[in-house]
Structures are given as C-alpha cells and as structure tokens.
C-alpha cells in the first residue's frame, strides 16, 4: 500500500526537527493573533504522548511550544493580573492599581499560590524543559504586552473534566471529579465552562503546571502498553496581547484592541481492538467510548470533504462527540489544523495502521479558511522603546544638575548677593549722651538706602512698563494671528461644512446606488432562478422531443418493417396463388386437349381397327414425351402457357438432409442447385446463404413414407447470429394404384360393347395420373404425387 503525506519522519527523528517542521509555524500564528490545533494520531501504543511530551533530557512538542512563547515575548510580559479572563471565553484589562490590589489580595489568602519561576523546579521534569536552542519569533510586536493563560483537560468517557481542578481533599467521603459543559461564546466560539485557567510568566511555571495536571490523568495498563492512555488530553495555551497607550506606559484600555489566540494540543487516546487488548469492564467500556470519538472524528472530516468536493451541504456531526464539538471551529475555518500520526512498525499493528493512515491521507483533502489578520490600533509604532529613551534622558540631566534641592539654594544666594548690593548699616549703639556722630552716621546710610531705593523702584516700574508694553504688543500680536487663524479657521469650517453636505449627499447617493444594487441583484437572481427553470424546462422538454422522434423513428422501422414483411408475404401469397392458378388452369386445358385427341383419334380410326393399348413394361421402358400443350381449337381463343420459375434460381441454399432419411426411389427427387449439402444446421454455413430448406421423412397413414421439404429464409439477428423463417412446405407422397383395373386383349379378339368406353376410361386414366398443385393450404404451396380414382362415363 503506498499513502502520501506533505511530511514523513523517520524513527530516528529528533525531537527538535519534528518541532521545526510541525509546531513551530503554529507558536508563530499564536503569537501574531491566529489560533491553532495540533493533535496526535494513532493506535494504541504508537508514541503519541513521548511525541506530545518528550523524555528526560529531550522534550517534546509542548515543552517546545512553551519555551519558544516565553523566549519570544519575554521582555514584554504584562504584570499579573493586568489581563483578567472572565467567565464567557474573554478577556478584560485592568489598569495597574487594579492588578495591583488583585495581586495584594491573591497574596493574603490562604490558598496555595500561583507557582512561581524562582522556586525550586522539580526534578521529575527538569530536564524535558532544558531546551537550548533558544528559539524564538522574529518581529514580535515590541509595543504589545502579553500575557499567557494554560489551562489542561481531559475527555474521558465523552465526558470533560478539568486536570487543575482544585478539590478539598476527605478521606471519609471523597468526592468525584465534576464533568464540565460546552458552551458557545458571543463569536460562536467552543469553550469549556468553570474550567481552571492559570497565568503563567515562564517556561518553568508553565510546564509545572501541566505536569500537575499529567498525574491527574487516567492511563491504564493493557495487553498492548503498560501506560495506556485512556482519555483524551488537551492543553491549551491562551495568550492575551493588548497595545501600549501613546505614551508608551501603560496598556491602552479598550477591550477592542485586545486580542485573544489560542494554541491547543491535544494528545488523543489510541485506537484499539478489544481481542487484542483483552479488555474487560471498565477498559472495555472506555475502549467502546474511544474508538466512538475517533470514529466520530473521522465521520466529520469525510462530510467536509464531501461538501467540499461535490458543493454538497451536508450537516456536519460535530455534536456526537466532545471531542469534535469542542474543536468544531478549527474545522469551520477558525485557525491552522495539524495532525501528527504516529506509526508502530510492529506487524500486529498492520491492519489498524492501514485504517489510521488512509484516514489520515484523506484528512490532507480537506481545506479550512484561514483567519483574517487583526486590524492596527492606529497608535505611532516604537512607542515603548521611545519612552524607555526619554526616561533614562530625563534620569542623566537630573543627576549632571544635581537634583530639585540644588536650584533652591541658587535660588536663596541671589537674594543674597541683591542685599548686598545695599550699603552696610553703621553701629546703631548711644554709649553717650552728648554722642553726635553715631545719629548722622545712621541718618545717612539710610538716606542712602532710601535714594538706590528709589531707583531701584523707579527701574522696576520703567521695567514693568516695559514687560507691560511688550505685553501689549505680544497680546495684539497674538489677537491679529488669532484673528488671522480665526478667519482661517471660519474658512476652514465653511470648507469642512461644504465637505459635509458633499459626503452627506455621496452617502445618500451611495445609500441609493446600494438599494438600486440590492434590487437589481435582487432581480438578477430572480432572473437567473427563471433562467435555470426555463433551462431545466427546455432540456426536459428537448428530452422529451428526443425520446418521441426517437419513438417515432423505431415506429417508423418498425412499420416499415412490418409493411416489408407483409407485402412480401402478400407478394408470395399472390404469387403462390397465380402459379396455382395458372398450374391448375394448364392441367385443365391439357386434360381437355388430350381428351380432344383422343376422341378425334377415334373418330378419324376405322372401325374394325382397335388401338392397341401399350403395355405398362412398354411404357416404362420407353417414356412416351408429353407434349408441351395440346393443338388448341379453332374457335378457342390461345392460351399462353407459363412454366413456373424455380424460386431457388440466383440464391443459395442449405440443404439439411438428416442421416437418419431413407431413399426413396420416385421420379421426382428434390433437387437444388448451387446448395450446401449439410447433415446438421450450423451457423457456418446458415451465414454463406439466404435459403434453407430440411428434408423430412415420417411415416403417412397407408404404410408408404411421406418425404417434406420445408423451405424457409434466413435472416441476420441483432447479436451477430442467424436466423430461419419458415416460409412453405412441399410434400412428396408415393401412393400404390390398387384399385385400377389393368386391361389387355389381343389385337385379333372381339372388342366388347364397352369398347369405346374402355378406350375412353383408360385415356382418363392414363391422363388422370400428373402432377398437381393444391392451392389453399395455410401451410403454403405442395407438390404432391397422386393417382386419381378411375371416373366411369355416366
């Protein structure tokens, strides 16, 4: 059996080349907004989880897909809780006091917490995550902020549960797992009501999420693999991405700008024969439930192939299982859909690894539209990146100026060095009453004082009168351009409102060209509905006019078949007839001639001479010859005599003569010219003529043997073959004359008194002894050979 794929791996493949080919196109559609599916396929035993999850020191296709997500928008992770999912499959921002508070809240209860990266990883699974080829997204959107949402469920049973459930533990009562329920979201998009979904800020924290979830699990030990898995496993990694603010600070908080991607990686339970497993209860039951899912599975891409195909509309069965009903609208369209299916070479396996990949084969028919791209925020690109600049600008001035405090302090020693400019004050101490000199010394350090006072203030008020002036003129100037801008502006409205009406009139126009093209459209449909009736019509109609020529011509043949056949018949029939006619009316004629004759020979002969009657050895020694017709009388008008013409003369025959006849020894023996002597019918020769004619002997009822020769016409069948009409008989008979009386005397007796009258019984007689044709019979034309009774003379 050969089966085509677009890829085909090997059993030494690494994990990271399956990486590359598979899942990693899918983390980059995540990361630009689209959502995708990759799922593995198989039997039982095949290697889907080590494919899905990996080994120690080798990781699989998740802990891939999570490292390449975390390496790609690391620096740009938003802090927790700024995106918030909600209960209905979307997802809300949150300013930063908001997180900030959720945070403070989520810290102080008393349930366990997130885990965080700086914990200690777990050893179990340290080394499937110790990816290092750091792969990542080339052109990640730098002025986005992300954050990554994991969730893991399992159908098991075609039931949901959620593996990161949190249930009180009770030893006494334990409570089983509640299922969950499918619902549809305002975009008509699946998703599982109440299920767990965690925020996660690294590979580590991710993985140990899952690997939380992975112990919870159902596998089970069969006949064919030790950890069978008896669910079907689906992780789904959300991320959440929303645009910076102009400023480039915060997240721009508008719920339309945020876009919510979707990667699920589903790791199906393997297809299995119960007589190979030799499962028993609760295996046989969830092998039942198995292989009803993938069964369902395969049911739905075959009716989107069909539709695709064929332009069929079929319902889709996505509702007969939860694993297709979850999944529904990557079938519909809604994302990248990949399949990975895992072959064991093990000659076992055979018949279900035909089945697994011809399914497969045909999965690759099966085309989905892709997914729109996300429209632009309308934002300057570079905004992050821009801020980050001004800031550590902004931090290097501050500390080349030293700082707030320092201006104040230059601000205090200029209104220092302003007072000192004033002259000094002398000591204003009277130690003295009759001291004169302190006073006048005081008196003209503050008339001093009082003068470069004045000035001061006289050059203050010539100062504010000049500001007050260049205010002035900044003011008007600020007035005629204000003016000036307002006039431009005044234009520029009327330009605007003009602009208006015009768009408003375009709209109206363009609303009525619309409603002008919904109706022509409208009766452009009509028209075509009317269009394909009346074709639809015509065509059946032209049908019919071809099934009644078609009717027509085979009556015609018909007809003019049957009117072949029944004038030939009737030629034949009329043409029998004629010659019957004719035979007869000749016989007639000859009969009377010959009696002519002899009652002339008789009258013209003397009487004391008697004829002499010849002997019957004299006759069939020497065969007296018959006179073609008799000499015609005067008054009698000529007869024309015909002779028969053989039918047979130009055409060949078949001459059947069964071994079994006997020979006889008449006169008259049947002979055919130019014919196929043959001792059964074969088709070899029945194809070499156009006659046939059986020579048939059977036993009549005075003892003798009745010879028939029954004639017949051959005709070519449909199928290549031959076939024989019968058309005539003739019979040949041989009759013993018994009751005629044989008279002979001497010539030198007395004749009788009945002399003449014996004379005239034997002519009768010897001329009553001819060949017939006895017309009427249905069977057609007979020669037959007969011996009239004698006829007295009344």
Same mark, same amino acid.
């Given at each position: 059996?050969?089966?085509?794929?677009?890829?085909?791996?090997?059993?030494?493949?690494?994990?990271?080349?399956?990486?590359?080919?598979?899942?990693?196109?899918?983390?980059?559609?995540?990361?630009?907004?689209?959502?995708?599916?990759?799922?593995?396929?198989?039997?039982?035993? +095949?290697?889907?989880? &080590?494919?899905?999850?990996?080994?120690?020191?080798?990781?699989?296709?998740?802990?891939?897909?999570?490292?390449?997500?975390?390496?790609?928008?690391?620096?740009?992770?938003?802090?927790?809780?700024?995106?918030?999912?909600?209960?209905?499959?979307?997802?809300?921002?949150?300013?930063?006091?908001?997180?900030?508070?959720?945070?403070?809240?989520?810290?102080?209860?008393?349930?366990?917490?997130?885990?965080?990266?700086?914990?200690?990883?777990?050893?179990?699974?340290?080394?499937?995550?110790?990816?290092?080829?750091?792969?990542?997204?080339?052109?990640?959107?730098?002025?986005?902020?992300?954050?990554?949402?994991?969730?893991?469920?399992?159908?098991?049973?075609?039931?949901?549960?959620?593996?990161?459930?949190?249930?009180?533990?009770?030893?006494?009562?334990?409570?089983?797992?509640?299922?969950?329920?499918?619902?549809?979201?305002?975009? &008509?998009?699946?998703?599982?009501?109440?299920?767990?979904?965690?925020?996660?800020?690294?590979?580590?924290?991710?993985?140990?999420?899952?690997?939380? !979830?992975?112990?919870?699990?159902?596998?089970?030990?069969?006949? %064919?693999?030790?950890?069978? +898995?008896?669910?079907?496993?689906?992780f789904i990694i959300k991320l959440a991405q929303a645009p910076l603010d102009a400023d480039g600070d915060n997240v721009l908080q508008e719920k339309e700008q945020i876009t919510l991607s979707q990667l699920s990686l589903v790791d199906l339970a393997g297809s299995e024969r119960t007589n190979r497993t030799k499962a028993e209860g609760n295996r046989l039951r969830e092998a039942g439930n198995i292989n009803q899912s993938l069964m369902t599975l395969r049911t739905c891409i075959?009716?989107?192939?069909?539709?695709?195909?064929?332009?069929?509309?079929?319902?889709?069965?996505?509702?007969?299982?939860?694993?297709?009903?979850?999944?529904?609208?990557?079938?519909?369209?809604?994302?990248?859909?990949?399949?990975?299916?895992?072959?064991?070479?093990?000659?076992?396996?055979?018949?279900?690894?035909?089945?697994?990949?011809?399914?497969?084969?045909?999965?690759?028919?099966?085309?989905?539209?892709?997914?729109?791209?996300?429209?632009?925020?309308?934002?300057?690109?570079?905004?992050?990146?821009?801020?980050?600049?001004?800031?550590?600008? $902004?931090?290097?001035?501050?500390?080349?100026? !030293? !700082?707030?405090?320092?201006?104040?302090?230059?601000?205090?020693?200029?209104?220092?060095?302003?007072?000192?400019?004033?002259?000094?004050?002398?000591?204003?101490?009277?130690?003295?009453?009759?001291?004169?000199?302190?006073?006048?010394?005081?008196?003209?350090?503050?008339?001093?004082?009082?003068? %470069?006072?004045?000035?001061?203030?006289?050059?203050?008020?010539?100062?504010?009168?000049?500001?007050?002036?260049?205010?002035?003129? %900044?003011?008007?100037?600020?007035?005629?351009?204000?003016?000036?801008?307002?006039?431009?502006?005044?234009?520029?409205?009327?330009?605007?409102?003009?602009?208006?009406?015009?768009?408003?009139?375009?709209?109206?126009?363009?609303?009525?060209?619309?409603?002008?093209?919904?109706?022509?459209?409208?009766?452009?449909?009509?028209?075509?509905?009317?269009?394909?009736?009346?074709?639809?019509? $015509?065509?059946?109609?032209?049908?019919?006019?071809?099934?009644?020529?078609?009717?027509?011509?085979?009556?015609?043949?018909?007809?003019?078949?049957?009117?072949?056949?029944?004038?030939?018949?009737?030629?034949?029939?009329?043409?029998?007839?004629?010659?019957?006619?004719?035979?007869?009316?000749q016989n007639k004629l000859w009969v009377k001639d010959e009696k002519l004759k002899q009652l002339k020979a008789i009258v013209t002969e003397p009487k004391n001479e008697k004829p002499e009657r010849p002997s019957r050895e004299r006759d069939r020694e020497k065969p007296i010859p018959r006179s073609v017709s008799p000499t015609p009388v005067p008054n009698a008008p000529p007869v024309r005599l015909r002779h028969r013409r053989s039918r047979s003369a130009g055409e060949r025959?078949?001459?059947?003569?069964?071994?079994?006849?006997?020979?006889?020894?008449?006169?008259?023996?049947?002979?055919?010219?130019?014919?196929?002597?043959?001792?059964?019918?074969?088709?070899?020769?029945?194809?070499?003529?156009?006659?046939?004619?059986?020579?048939?002997?059977? $036993?009549?009822?005075?003892?003798?043997?009745?010879?028939?020769?029954?004639?017949?016409?051959?005709?070519?069948?449909?199928?290549? !073959?031959?076939?024989?009409?019968?058309?005539?008989?003739?019979?040949?008979?041989?009759?013993?004359?018994?009751?005629?009386?044989?008279?002979?005397?001497?010539?030198?007796?007395?004749?009788?008194?009945?002399?003449?009258?014996?004379?005239?019984?034997?002519?009768?007689?010897?001329?009553?002894?001819?060949?017939?044709?006895?017309?009427?019979?249905? $069977?057609?034309?007979?020669?037959?050979?007969?011996?009239?009774?004698?006829?007295?003379?009344?």
């Amino acid at each position: 059996m050969q089966y085509s794929f677009k890829e085909v791996f090997g059993t030494l493949v690494a994990q990271k080349e399956l990486f590359d080919v598979v899942a990693k196109p899918l983390v980059e559609d995540l990361i630009r907004g689209k959502n995708g599916l990759l799922f593995t396929y198989g039997v039982t035993g +095949s290697g889907k989880t &080590h494919t899905m999850t990996g080994s120690p020191g080798d990781g699989g296709l998740l802990p891939r897909c999570l490292a390449m997500i975390f390496n790609s928008i690391g620096p740009f992770q938003a802090k927790r809780f700024v995106f918030k999912l909600d209960d209905k499959n979307g997802v809300d921002v949150q300013c930063e006091v908001d997180a900030l508070l959720e945070r403070q809240k989520r810290d102080a209860m008393p349930v366990p917490k997130t885990p965080s990266g700086k914990r200690q990883i777990d050893p179990e699974f340290a080394d499937m995550i110790n990816v290092q080829d750091h792969c990542k997204v080339e052109e990640v959107d730098e002025d986005n902020v992300y954050s990554v949402f994991v969730s893991y469920i399992e159908i098991y049973n075609n039931y949901i549960y959620d593996l990161l459930e949190e249930t009180p533990f009770d030893l006494i009562k334990p409570k089983p797992p509640q299922s969950k329920i499918l619902r549809e979201d305002q975009n &008509h998009n699946m998703y599982v009501t109440g299920c767990t979904e965690v925020e996660v800020k690294s590979t580590e924290e991710a993985f140990e999420v899952f690997w939380k !979830g992975q112990k919870k699990r159902r596998i089970a030990n069969t006949q %064919l693999n030790r950890e069978s +898995s008896r669910s079907h496993g689906v992780f789904i990694i959300k991320l959440a991405q929303a645009p910076l603010d102009a400023d480039g600070d915060n997240v721009l908080q508008e719920k339309e700008q945020i876009t919510l991607s979707q990667l699920s990686l589903v790791d199906l339970a393997g297809s299995e024969r119960t007589n190979r497993t030799k499962a028993e209860g609760n295996r046989l039951r969830e092998a039942g439930n198995i292989n009803q899912s993938l069964m369902t599975l395969r049911t739905c891409i075959e009716v989107l192939r069909e539709n695709q195909m064929y332009g069929t509309n079929k319902m889709v069965p996505y509702r007969d299982s939860k694993l297709t009903h979850l999944f529904k609208n990557y079938f519909d369209g809604e994302g990248k859909v990949r399949m990975i299916v895992c072959v064991n070479p093990k000659a076992e396996d055979y018949e279900e690894s035909l089945q697994v990949m011809r399914f497969a084969e045909m999965t690759q028919e099966v085309e989905v539209a892709r997914p729109v791209d996300r429209p632009l925020c309308g934002l300057t690109p570079g905004r992050r990146f821009r801020n980050q600049a001004f800031r550590e600008e $902004l931090a290097q001035k501050l500390e080349i100026r !030293g !700082g707030p405090i320092s201006g104040e302090t230059e601000e205090q020693s200029a209104s220092e060095i302003l007072l000192q400019n004033f002259p000094p004050l002398p000591s204003c101490e009277l130690l003295d009453i009759n001291d004169d000199q302190t006073l006048p010394k005081l008196t003209g350090v503050l008339e001093e004082r009082h003068k %470069l006072r004045q000035k001061l203030s006289e050059e203050f008020a010539k100062n504010v009168l000049t500001f007050k002036t260049i205010l002035r003129e %900044l003011d008007s100037s600020v007035m005629s351009k204000e003016n000036h801008f307002q006039g431009k502006l005044s234009e520029k409205e009327k330009v605007i409102t003009g602009q208006k009406t015009e768009l408003e009139r375009l709209e109206k126009k363009i609303k009525t060209l619309e409603y002008k093209i919904e109706i022509l459209e409208k009766t452009a449909t009509i028209y075509e509905e009317d269009k394909r009736h009346l074709q639809q019509e $015509l065509e059946s109609k032209s049908q019919k006019l071809q099934r009644q020529a078609s009717d027509k011509r085979r009556l015609e043949a018909r007809l003019q078949g049957m009117v072949a056949e029944t004038t030939m018949k009737w030629e034949k029939e009329c043409e029998r007839r004629v010659a019957a006619k004719q035979l007869e009316m000749q016989n007639k004629l000859w009969v009377k001639d010959e009696k002519l004759k002899q009652l002339k020979a008789i009258v013209t002969e003397p009487k004391n001479e008697k004829p002499e009657r010849p002997s019957r050895e004299r006759d069939r020694e020497k065969p007296i010859p018959r006179s073609v017709s008799p000499t015609p009388v005067p008054n009698a008008p000529p007869v024309r005599l015909r002779h028969r013409r053989s039918r047979s003369a130009g055409e060949r025959w078949v001459d059947h003569k069964p071994p079994s006849n006997l020979p006889t020894d008449t006169v008259m023996q049947p002979h055919v010219p130019h014919a196929i002597t043959v001792a059964a019918a074969s088709e070899k020769a029945l194809a070499k003529c156009d006659k046939y004619m059986l020579t048939h002997q059977e $036993l009549a009822s005075d003892g003798e043997i009745e010879t028939k020769l029954i004639k017949g016409d051959v005709f070519k069948t449909r199928g290549g !073959g031959q076939a024989v009409q019968f058309t005539e008989i003739e019979t040949l008979k041989q009759e013993s004359p018994t009751g005629r009386k044989r008279r002979s005397s001497p010539s030198n007796a007395d004749p009788p008194e009945d002399a003449a009258d014996s004379e005239w019984t034997d002519v009768e007689t010897r001329c009553s002894v001819a060949v017939e044709m006895r017309a009427g019979s249905a $069977l057609g034309p007979g020669y037959q050979h007969h011996a009239m009774p004698k006829r007295r003379k009344p």
